[in-house]
């Protein structure tokens, strides 16, 4: 059987068969699971450590500095070192903590973003869950995450922790709303939720460009959502560290601070993921209407490597962001979701309705 | 077999954790183990293939609930405080009550004979629960739809009101 790059259905139909010729229904299925277990386990270990270093490199440029640059060629391997060291450090457990309650938080937000990469399209065929609801199960599933950060706050029986954690919440549930809402918008003109479907549905053209105006207003109301949905700056004032030392994270040591390190760094890469898939048309190629030869040139480059170039491009956004703006106070957070992106949204999707109704998309 | 497997270790995990939701006295674990057996009643719409109504589940339960119950724990509880004990007599009265609650329970259940049903099939897409939801034909949920909005509107107005500042 013949394998392409540019459609991985018939590598997993291939790994389907020849699993299920030597092996019972029951067994095919739990080998998959390990097999997708893993392949995500994997791929959240490497683009977590990797997102880490593109974070300190892209950090040190803004600032006319080198960033790491001692461990490895232009310091590649300082975060896996950084990471063997965090695996190496004593597990501290505050005396008063709620132990049960302390151990049990950073798995349930790591646990969280495995489950949301689950459903992101990578490429044709490269999809471990193709659900009839998938960004209705990216928002559902990222709203139980916060429940996480909320126990490690208050099991961990510090003040600071506490309070970034009150702030955190307040935060995430505000911004949710956003994030669902600008969403909605491009779903109502893809007509559908399953995540391949809106993918499919921007072979004419990104949503981006097709939904003009209204989806232009979504996808920069998306992207600031997402950064605060992600805690990161400049709506980082959950762990801002001159006031809360490290705000919910405070009492966590080695690799149960680097759950939280590392879901934070994943958690970016859903968001851009996200963006990617629903704004920015996905894994499907960069096309102009008549341009016949630079359109064909534009299809030999493999879906894979369109879908990271957009998701790198968004987190490349976001960390521009992180490194450029000065921190929000949390009323000045609460106040630009409630009094700004909310009503900005709401009007959005009346405009983007009216749109798809008189038929004015391209 | 697959699905039976699956079936059991749900339904274990929600008897497991509701018995711990109402047996532990610490009131912070208490609302956690009410998480998972949220998300086991979840996991048991996946596995009946109705994945708009796990979604729901997920949101309105496990995302908003639960986290509205754990923000009122945050902000009004300490970590040190412990439910406590009952008395004998209260102790004694609230088992009668439980065995009598679960006799009329297991009564029922056992005297129903639960028939297959033999009409076919709902699709349970996204797309057929939309139309659903918005027709006003036969089967249509139009009118309660719009109902809960507008009873949802007016509590969202009443608590803007209720939180509001007063003007000085």
Request: glycine residues 8%; contains cysteine.
């Amino acid at each position: 059987m013949a394998f392409s790059i540019y459609d991985f259905s018939s590598f997993t139909q291939s790994i389907h068969e020849g699993l299920s010729n030597r092996l019972s229904p029951a067994g095919t299925l739990a080998v998959e699971w390990v097999i997708v277990g893993i392949v995500i386990l994997l791929f959240v270990a490497v683009f977590g450590l990797f997102l880490v270093y593109a974070e300190r490199k892209v950090c040190a440029f803004f600032q006319q500095r080198l960033g790491p640059m001692r461990v490895g060629p232009w310091g590649l391997v300082q975060t896996i070192a950084d990471f063997i060291k965090l695996l190496m450090k004593e597990l501290i457990q505050p005396a008063r903590a709620d132990k049960f309650l302390y151990n049990l938080a950073p798995f349930i937000v790591i646990i969280v973003t495995f489950l949301a990469i689950s459903v992101i399209p990578f490429a044709k065929g490269l999809q471990a869950f193709d659900f009839d609801i998938g960004v209705f199960f990216v928002t559902s599933i990222t709203a139980v995450g916060v429940i996480g950060i909320l126990l490690a706050g208050w099991s961990s029986n510090n003040k600071y922790s506490l309070i970034g954690a009150m702030r955190s919440g307040a935060q995430i549930i505000s911004y949710e709303l956003s994030v669902g809402l600008s969403l909605i918008t491009i779903v109502i003109l893809a007509g559908t939720l399953q995540l391949s479907g809106i993918v499919e549905a921007q072979r004419a053209g990104w949503f981006i460009y097709r939904g003009h105006i209204p989806a232009i207003i979504a996808f920069f109301v998306f992207v600031i959502a997402g950064t605060a949905e992600t805690n990161r700056g400049p709506f980082d004032l959950a762990e801002a560290e001159s006031e809360l030392t490290a705000g919910f994270h405070t009492e966590y040591s080695g690799i149960k601070f680097a759950f939280f390190f590392l879901a934070e760094y994943v958690n970016l890469f859903i968001v851009s993921a996200m963006a990617t898939t629903v704004f920015l048309g996905g894994w499907m190629p960069l096309h102009f209407g008549n341009l016949e030869e630079f359109n064909h040139v534009m299809d030999l480059i493999p879906p894979v490597f369109w879908f990271f170039i957009k998701v790198f491009f968004v987190i490349f956004l976001i960390m521009w962001f992180k490194w450029t703006f000065p921190r929000l106070r949390i009323d000045q957070i609460l106040t630009l979701e409630w009094k700004f992106l909310l009503p900005i949204n709401l009007f959005n999707i009346i405009l983007m309705t009216v749109i798809v109704l008189m038929g004015w998309h391209f | 077999m697959n699905n039976m497997v699956m079936f059991i270790i749900l339904s274990g995990l929600i008897l497991v954790f509701s018995l711990m939701t109402v047996l532990t006295r610490r009131i912070l674990r208490s609302a956690v183990f009410l998480l998972f057996v949220l998300l086991a009643t979840a996991g048991l719409y996946f596995m009946l293939d109705y994945m708009f109504l796990a979604a729901v589940q997920l949101t309105v339960y496990a995302g908003g609930i639960v986290v509205l119950i754990i923000f009122s724990i945050l902000l009004t509880s300490h970590i040190s405080e412990r439910a406590a004990m009952a008395g004998r007599w209260r102790m004694i009265a609230s088992a009668l009550v439980v065995i009598l609650g679960a006799g009329v329970t297991l009564y029922t259940i056992y005297s129903y004979a639960f028939k297959p049903s033999a009409e076919t099939a709902v699709p349970s897409t996204m797309k057929s629960i939309g139309n659903q939801l918005i027709n006003y034909g036969d089967n249509g949920y139009a009118l309660p739809f719009e109902v809960i909005s507008v009873l949802l509107l007016a509590v969202m107005i009443g608590a803007i009101i209720v939180a509001k500042k007063e003007v000085k």
